[in-house]
C-alpha cells in the first residue's frame, strides 16, 4: 500500500560560510491537529526487565492519543516478556516472531504492519523518553523540513551522552557523535546528520518505502548508517533534534550474545555499507584501503604469536640436517590447523560474506546507485571524522596514512574533519 506523503517546505536553515557548519534552524510549534500519525515500533529479544519502564514513560508522552500507537515485535523471547505485555500493556499491539528475525526486518516488518502510519519511529526496548520526545521528533518531518529525524540521547543516568547525530571514518565504522561525553552546548544545536540512530529516530513513512526502509541482510548493526546514506543519496535530509531526549541502556540485548557473532556484523555490514553507497569513482579508490585495513585488523585480533613455522628463510639457517628436518616436519604438518581466535575467525567470515557474493552485492549496489541525485562530494562533510583511526596499534596507523595517501583517499576527504577530540569507541 502506498503511503501518504507530507507536504514539504523549504527548510530554514542558519546561513554560514562555513562548509562543515551543519546547523540547521527548528521551525515553530506543530498544532496538535497537524501532528502526524505515527507508529512506535519496538524490537524485543528477552528484554522483559527494559519494557516495564519504556512502556511508562511512552504512556506519559504530550502528544495527542489517538494520534499513535506503539507496536512491539518480539523476536521470540524464553524471557515472560510476551506475558507480560499480555496482562500489564494490553494497550501495546503486539506481534509475535517464531524466531529472531533480527533488527532490520522486524523494523521492515513493523513498518510493512503500520499501512495508515505518516512517521514511523523506531525506538529501542531498553530506552526511556521524556514526555516531549515524540512531539519534537517528528516535528521537523511535519513542517517539511526533513525527512529523517534522530533524538538526543543520553545514558541511563543523563551523565553522559550516547548519540548526538552520527558520521562514519571513509571505511565505514560509524560514529556516534559525543558518545561518552559530558552533555553540553556544542550538543544542544539542531543539525543535519549522516544517520539516524535506530534506537530513537523517526521517518517519514513514505520516504521510508522509497529509499527501501532497512536493509534485512544487515540483520543488525549499521542498517542505521546504510538507511542514513541511502536517505541523503535519494535527496532526503536527515535531522538531530537535540530537543527529543531520551535515556538509553547501552548494548543491552547485544552483550548477552557471543562476542564472535557481533563481530561477524560489525565487520561486514560497514563493507557492504561502503560498497553500496560509493560511486563507483570512488569506491575503486576506497575499496583496496577498507580490505587492506580489515586484513590488519584480523591478524591484530588472531592470537598469532609466532610466525617461525611458515617462514622458510629461517627454516633455511644451519647445517644441512637441522634444514631437511625441518623442511620435512613443515611436508607432514602442512594439513595441521592452526590456533586463531574466534573474533579473528569472525572478521575473515564477515569480509567473505562481501567477496564470496559479488554478483549479488554488485545487484543490491545498483538498486542504490539508481537512486542517486546527489554527488558523494555533497554527503562526505557529512561524515564528520573520516580520516579517523581507530586502531591505536603503529603498523596499523602506518597503513591507514599510507594507502589513504597513495589511493588519493585523502584528497577526497582534506579540509572535511569536524575539530575536536576523537571519537570514544
Known amino acids: 500500500m502506498s503511503r501518504r506523503r507530507r507536504g514539504r517546505?523549504?527548510?530554514?536553515?542558519?546561513?554560514?560560510?562555513?562548509?562543515?557548519?551543519?546547523r540547521v534552524e527548528l521551525g515553530e510549534a506543530v498544532a496538535d491537529a497537524d501532528l502526524p500519525l505515527c507508529t512506535i515500533v519496538i524490537l524485543n529479544l528477552d528484554g522483559h526487565h527494559h519494557l516495564e519502564p519504556c512502556f511508562t514513560a511512552l504512556r506519559a508522552l504530550d502528544y495527542p492519543e489517538d494520534r499513535f500507537e506503539v507496536l512491539l515485535i518480539d523476536n521470540a523471547s524464553s524471557d515472560g516478556s510476551v506475558e507480560s505485555v499480555r496482562h500489564d500493556h494490553a494497550w501495546v499491539r503486539l506481534v509475535e516472531n517464531d524466531t529472531n528475525v533480527g533488527f532490520s526486518a522486524g523494523c521492515n516488518q513493523g513498518a510493512a504492519l503500520s499501512p495508515e502510519a505518516?512517521?514511523?519511529?523506531?525506538?529501542?526496548?531498553?530506552?526511556?523518553?521524556?514526555?516531549?520526545?515524540?512531539?519534537?521528533?517528528?516535528?521537523?518531518?511535519?513542517?517539511?523540513?526533513?525527512?529523517?529525524?534522530?533524538?538526543?540521547?543520553?545514558?541511563?543516568?543523563?551523565?553522559?551522552?550516547?548519540?548526538?547525530?552520527?558520521?562514519?571514518?571513509?571505511?565505514?565504522?560509524?560514529?556516534?557523535?559525543?558518545?561518552?561525553?559530558?552533555?553540553?552546548?556544542?550538543y544542544a544545536w539542531p543539525r543535519k546528520t549522516l544517520f539516524a540512530c535506530g534506537g530513537a529516530?523517526?521517518?517519514?513513512?513514505?520516504?521510508?518505502?522509497?529509499?527501501?526502509?532497512?536493509?534485512?541482510?544487515?540483520?543488525?548493526?549499521y542498517e542505521d548508517v546504510d538507511l542514513g546514506w541511502r536517505t541523503w543519496l535519494a535527496g532526503k535530509e536527515v535531522w538531530y533534534v537535540p530537543t527529543a531526549e531520551c535515556y538509553h541502556h547501552h548494548s543491552?540485548?547485544?552483550?548477552?550474545?557471543?562476542?564472535?557473532?557481533?563481530?561477524?556484523?560489525?565487520?561486514?555490514?560497514?563493507?557492504?555499507?561502503?560498497?553500496?553507497?560509493?560511486s563507483d569513482e570512488n569506491l575503486r579508490k576506497v575499496l583496496p584501503a577498507m580490505l587492506g585495513l580489515a586484513m590488519r585488523r584480523m591478524f591484530l585480533v588472531s592470537g598469532l604469536q609466532d610466525d617461525t613455522p611458515f617462514r622458510i628463510e629461517r627454516a633455511g639457517r644451519g647445517r644441512r640436517g637441522?634444514?631437511?628436518?625441518?623442511?620435512?616436519?613443515?611436508?607432514?604438518?602442512v594439513n595441521q590447523a592452526v590456533p586463531v581466535r574466534k573474533v579473528s575467525a569472525a572478521d575473515m567470515i564477515g569480509v567473505n560474506d562481501l567477496l564470496g557474493r559479488w554478483d549479488h552485492w554488485m545487484a543490491r549496489r545498483g538498486e542504490v546507485q539508481a537512486m542517486r541525485v546527489k554527488s558523494d562530494q555533497e554527503i562526505f562533510r557529512l561524515f564528520l571524522r573520516p580520516e579517523w583511526c581507530i586502531e591505536g596499534e603503529p603498523a596499523y596507523?602506518?597503513?591507514?596514512?599510507?594507502?589513504?595517501?597513495?589511493?588519493?583517499?585523502?584528497?577526497?576527504?582534506?579540509?572535511?574533519s569536524e575539530a575536536g577530540p576523537e571519537p570514544n569507541k
Open 9 to 22: 517546505a523549504a527548510p530554514r536553515r542558519k546561513v554560514s560560510p562555513d562548509p562543515l557548519d551543519l
Open 118 to 186: 505518516e512517521v514511523l519511529v523506531f525506538l529501542n526496548n531498553d530506552m526511556r523518553v521524556e514526555p516531549r520526545w515524540l512531539r519534537e521528533l517528528v516535528s521537523p518531518i511535519a513542517r517539511g523540513e526533513c525527512s529523517t529525524t534522530t533524538a538526543r540521547m543520553y545514558s541511563w543516568d543523563g551523565k553522559l551522552m550516547n548519540s548526538a547525530g552520527g558520521g562514519m571514518n571513509f571505511h565505514g565504522i560509524g560514529i556516534q557523535r559525543g558518545y561518552l561525553e559530558e552533555p553540553g552546548e556544542s
Open 201 to 221: 529516530m523517526a521517518v517519514d513513512a513514505g520516504v521510508f518505502e522509497e529509499v527501501g526502509g532497512f536493509d534485512d541482510e544487515y540483520f543488525a548493526y
Open 252 to 278: 543491552s540485548t547485544s552483550g548477552k550474545l557471543p562476542p564472535e557473532m557481533i563481530r561477524v556484523l560489525q565487520v561486514r555490514n560497514p563493507l557492504l555499507t561502503c560498497f553500496k553507497n560509493y
Open 322 to 333: 637441522p634444514v631437511r628436518r625441518a623442511w620435512d616436519k613443515a611436508r607432514t604438518s
Open 397 to 416: 596507523g602506518e597503513l591507514q596514512s599510507g594507502l589513504t595517501s597513495f589511493l588519493g583517499i585523502d584528497e577526497l576527504f582534506e579540509g572535511l
